[in-house]
């Protein structure tokens, strides 16, 4: 069992590209995505922009996808915990940094994988990118 963990706001092709590179290093991938309280806590009042059950439906409708878990905490720690997957992944921007879930991995014997992300694939880019756009126009103009 694979299992990865985020916030997955506005799903974009990087999240798609993660998730089928994490599906490869086992048979079962369980993401476990931030509930909306603990983004916040993370990526400020603004975010998420998608509440966590929408998050959570539209990546179980994901071919590589076999079960989502939203969770409250700050960390995957207690999921790993639970789950004790056989692989743990993140994305390459986590290479080289303490992962918060590192003591939880180590305790439970997973395997840690990074994948590369894909640059200027973000959900803060998209969002960048419609304010760019669309601040100060009439909305259906």
């Known amino acids: 069992m694979v299992f990865t963990n985020g916030i997955f706001d506005l799903l974009h092709v990087g999240h798609t590209k993660y998730l089928q590179a994490a ?8 993401v476990g995505v931030n509930s909306d309280a603990s983004v ?7 975010r998420p922009i998608l509440p966590a059950a929408d998050r959570a439906e539209l990546l179980a409708s994901l071919v590589p996808v076999d079960l989502v878990v939203v969770f409250e905490e700050m960390t995957a720690s207690g999921l790993i915990e639970l789950l004790k997957p056989d692989v743990y992944v993140k994305g390459g921007d986590w290479a080289g940094k303490e992962l918060p879930e590192f003591d939880a991995v180590k305790r439970c014997g997973v395997e840690i994988r990074f994948v590369p992300t894909i640059p200027e694939r973000s959900t803060s880019d998209i969002i960048s990118t419609i304010v760019e756009r669309y601040c100060g126009i009439e909305h259906g103009h």
Not at 23 to 30: I, M, N, P, T, Y
């Open 23 to 30: 599906r490869a290093f086992g048979d079962k991938l369980v």
């Open 40 to 46: 916040r806590s993370i990526k400020g009042p603004l």
